[in-house]
């Protein structure tokens, strides 16, 4: 539905607010983390979306340090869970306890870590399927279940995982299921010289502490507003074209896919594309989807739900080389 002036005004200027919002957020988290933007701009757009984020990079990147600066400066409750064999699913979600009072004695529920807005899930995968399964609930319905009982969850409600893709000695392979719920697998690199040198500098200085420039309502109202932002039905057309060109067998995917991909990506991955796009063109001040965000997306949002078969393996093609040959290969429909 086309958009009054008025209400197209109302809305470009609550989009610029969030715009400046954006910008003063991440200058708060460069007083702790140097560089990876494009990471911390990933993970914002996940919370706006009401999505969950899976970083995977080498120890030592500032991950965990990241995921608490952006916390503060969201202002929202933080917890972190170190995920390790050990770990039950009644220490991630919470347990019923025996107590006597008064004489009466009864059961009361103990709040787990999960009952914050900001949860780091730290090395995910060195926790048995049993209690990564206990996320399944708690990221897809922001709930938990405990003795037959439902615990709502706090709202905002983020989960960012961490994951070594090196060390697997002693892990658990994500189950498919546990994946598909983070809207993004995001990639975290090493920094260029400059910002390696800046960090060096940094470590003999007085450390800096991000402040809080939103909070929970914020967040709230933030979600809200990324609603009103329009995906054109050409867009939706394109994203739609673009996860079925993944799947082999289908009429949209390019000869390549059917030869080297095993299984491609469900309609979860559209919807995740769209909420994703609307997230950043509203962090950028613009009420409308564009091409260039569904692209800007398409890595992180299908890289985990794009499973490359032997053939492709065994000629070194990742999941990454189908996606950008997948997205070369999709025009993008003319509105």
Known sequence: ????????????????NLRNDVNALLDEVAKEIIGQEAVLRLMLAASFARGHCLLVGVPGLAKTSMVKALARALDLPFKRIQFTPDLMPSDITGTEVLFEEQGARGFRFVQGPLF???????????????????????MQ??????????HEL??????????????????????????DRFMFQVEVNYPSLQEEESILMRASEGLMRAAGVLDG??????QALIQGVHCTNYMVSYVARLIRATRPGDDFSPAFVNEL????????????LIQGGKALAAMDGRPTVSPADIQALAVPVLRHRVAPNFQAQADGVTSVDLIRRVLEATPIPKG
């Not at 539905?1 to 197209?8: F, K, S």
């Not at 706090?154 to 994946?179: D, H, K, R, S």
């Not at 309502?217 to 933030?222: A, L, S």
């Not at 991909?261 to 995740?272: D, I, K, L, S, T």
Request: glycine share 4%; no cysteine; hydrophobic share 40%.
């Open 116 to 138: 914050a807005s900001v949860i780091l899930a730290d090395e995910i995968n060195r926790t048995p399927p049993k209690t990564q399964a206990a996320l399944l609930e708690a």
């Open 261 to 272: 991909v095993e299984w491609g990506a469900g309609p979860r991955a559209g919807q995740f």
């Open 154 to 179: 706090p709202n905002p409600f983020l989960v960012i995982a961490t994951q070594n893709p090196i060390e697997q000695e002693g892990t658990y392979e994500l189950p498919e299921a546990q994946l």
């Open 141 to 150: 319905e922001r709930q938990v279940t405990v003795a037959n009982r439902t």
């Open 217 to 222: 309502d914020r967040v709230r109202e933030i």
């Open 1 to 16: 539905m086309a958009l009054d002036t008025q209400d197209r005004d109302e809305l470009l200027a609550r989009l610029s």
